[in-house]
């Protein structure tokens, strides 16, 4: 980011304390993502996931890939120029997800898959996580031609996404580390006659 480069000059310059850079930077901010914050990303994914189930839903190269092919279906928190929080999607093309979904993007469709939230682990028990989400998907509803998304979560974290709108369409198919998962839906269709009137 060209706000942490530091500035090299031949001779010392000296910052007032009151002068510190952090300061010219939005307090929060919602954006894409691109793949220079992938780093970031993968950081706070591997912190919030090993530690509890060994196992990242995204490797970085895996963030790096859906950032570069589909930055639109993503979306970071950012708070004085750090990342807090984020979502990364991609495009989906069939009813259920699969395992090819877990890496695949397929452009133009209908379905979004959410591969991952996570929230940095000094930002947690704070209500971010639902923000976020509630942001995200009312970003997904203004862009055309979208109609739902799609996730697999693990069972304690259903009631999460039930609060969130989403439904269950029952156990996935899809296995990481013998680990099973709930498949869950949300509904975006129906919506574009409100889409006038909704900030979009």
């Not at 591997?46 to 930055?71: H, I, K, M, W, Y």
């Not at 997800?97 to 379905?111: C, F, G, I």
């Amino acid at each position: 980011s060209p706000f942490l480069t530091p500035i090299l000059s031949k001779r010392p310059v000296r910052v007032s304390p009151m002068r510190q850079r952090r300061h010219t930077l939005p307090a929060s901010e919602f954006r894409n993502l691109t793949p220079q914050d992938a780093i970031s990303v993968f950081e706070i994914e591997r912190e919030a996931f090993v530690s509890v189930s060994g196992e990242c839903p995204l490797t970085l190269d895996e963030v790096l890939n859906f950032l570069g092919q589909c930055p639109e279906l993503s979306l970071g928190w950012f708070e004085e120029g750090q990342l807090v929080a984020f979502i990364i999607g991609s495009g989906w093309d069939k009813e259920r997800l699969s395992q090819e979904a877990m890496t695949q993007h397929v452009p133009d469709t209908r379905t979004v898959h959410i591969h991952v939230l996570s929230v940095h682990r000094h930002c947690r028990q704070q209500g971010k996580g639902s923000i976020l989400l509630w942001r995200y998907l009312q970003y997904l509803r203004c862009m055309p031609g979208l109609r739902r998304a799609l996730l697999i979560c693990e069972d304690f974290l259903v009631p999460f996404y039930l609060k969130a709108g989403f439904k269950e369409k029952g156990p996935s198919a899809i296995s990481v580390s013998n680990m099973q998962f709930q498949e869950m839906e949300y509904t975006l269709g129906g919506q574009a006659y409100t889409r006038r009137n909704s900030g979009c």
